[in-house]
């Protein structure tokens, strides 16, 4: 089995649970009893003071568990993540598309937490924000766990401009530049989002960049941060981001088309450096 670079975390929600592994198995129902077992016996499940914890540990609501997801194997994704900027404090890469951010999935080792840790030496980084794995462009991570909640208090205090780019029919009736605010709920599947009645939780601003005969360049301004904000957004307007296979109708489950990539491109981070006090402005070097 090849181990995780990082531990992932789960706190045990109320139950009627004797033991920790209980716990574990009921949350985490595809994963064995036995591979449960045999992590265990190998250190592979930690408490919040980093110990081990033995199989009949007793169950506590709330407990905090680090545990490392293994795979047997995972199909590489042929392309490369591209760092930006690295100090003591913070990382910004490029990452392409099709890699996810974290573990998720059938994803542990590719993914670009995984790789900067490698590549970088620092078992500290962590995300600051997310995009999803079908996007390509810039994601910051923390890599001072000292200077952390600074960083990560840009995003809910609304004090970092992002900037999205993508390609999507054109809209030639449309008065830009375009708000759109909705109500995003969780969809079926559960892994898709949709709009639905009620007041607006996301809002987005809409440019065009350049237009073309069948598709136009636009310049997206989320405002907020749902899931699937962009696309959905897109979808709605009658102009579903190209490549798009979620919305706005699901496709037929397939392995990924490397040559159809989603057309959308997290291409620019602004903010005022909470550390140091600097302005600071990242653009991705890839394009769509």
Known sequence: MTPATAAS???LPPGPWTTVLDA????????????W???MARGRVLDAEGCAIAADAPYRIGLRVH???ELAAEVPIPFEENVLHADEHLVVADKPHFLPVVP?????RETLLARLIRRLGNPQLVPLHRIDRATAGLVMFSANPATRGAYQALFPQRRIAKRYEALAPAMPHGAFPLVRRSRLVPGEPFFRMREAPGGPNSETRIEVV????AYWRYALHPVTGRKHQLRVHMAALGAPILNDRFYPDLQAEADDDHARPLKLLARGLAF???VNGEARE??????L
């Not at 574990?24 to 591979?35: E, G, S, V, Y």
């Not at 990242?282 to 394009?287: H, K, Y």
């Open 282 to 287: 990242f653009v991705s070097r890839l394009d």
């Open 37 to 39: 077992l045999d992590r």
């Open 9 to 11: 975390t789960v706190h």
């Open 67 to 69: 545990y490392f997801r």
């Open 272 to 274: 005022v450096d909470p």
């Open 24 to 35: 574990l198995c009921a949350r985490f129902p595809a994963i064995d009893r036995t591979q």
């Open 104 to 108: 998720a999935g059938s994803y542990v």
């Open 210 to 213: 350049r237009r073309g005969d």
